[in-house]
C-alpha cells in the first residue's frame, strides 16, 4: 500500500526555520513524483512544490520560491520540506502526496495518495 506520513511540524517564532519529514512506504522513491502542499485556515490548498525523485529536480509555485526548499534522500525513501524565515501568514497544515507518475506537476488532482498532514504554526 504506498503512504506517505509527515512529521516536523510544530509551533515556531517568527523568523524561525522548520524541517518537515515526508517518509514513503510501500514503494521507492525514484519512480514517482512527490508534491507538497499547505492550507491555510479558512483557504484552499496551494501547491509548494514537486521533487520528481528520479533525477532530484524540484519545481516549485512561483509564490512559494526563496523561503521553502524541497529535496529528498531516496536512500531513506524521505522527502524534506525547509521553511526558512517563516511568518505568521505561513501557518497552515502542510502536506505531502504522491503522484503516481515521475513527471511532476503542481496541481494537487494529480495526486492521489495524501498524508495526514502537519501542522505548523508561525506566532509570537
Known amino acids: 500500500q504506498l503512504q506517505v506520513v509527515e512529521s516536523g511540524g510544530g509551533s515556531v517564532q517568527p523568523g524561525g526555520s522548520l524541517r518537515l519529514s515526508c517518509v514513503a512506504s510501500?514503494?521507492?522513491?525514484?519512480?514517482?513524483?512527490i508534491g507538497w502542499f499547505l492550507q491555510a485556515p479558512g483557504k484552499e490548498r496551494e501547491a509548494i512544490a514537486c521533487?520528481?525523485?528520479?533525477?532530484?529536480?524540484?519545481y516549485y509555485t512561483d509564490s512559494m520560491k526563496g523561503r521553502f526548499t524541497a529535496s529528498s534522500d531516496n536512500a531513506k525513501n524521505t522527502v524534506y520540506l525547509q521553511l526558512d524565515r517563516l511568518k505568521p501568514e505561513d501557518t497552515a497544515v502542510y502536506y505531502c502526496?504522491?503522484?503516481?507518475?515521475?513527471?511532476?506537476?503542481?496541481?494537487?488532482?494529480?495526486?492521489?495518495?495524501w498524508g495526514q498532514g502537519a501542522q505548523v504554526t508561525v506566532s509570537t
Open positions: 510501500g514503494f521507492s522513491l525514484g519512480y514517482f513524483a
Open positions: 502526496a504522491i503522484r503516481t507518475n515521475y513527471v511532476c506537476r503542481l496541481d494537487e488532482y494529480e495526486y492521489s495518495y
Open positions: 521533487i520528481s525523485t528520479s533525477d532530484g529536480e524540484v
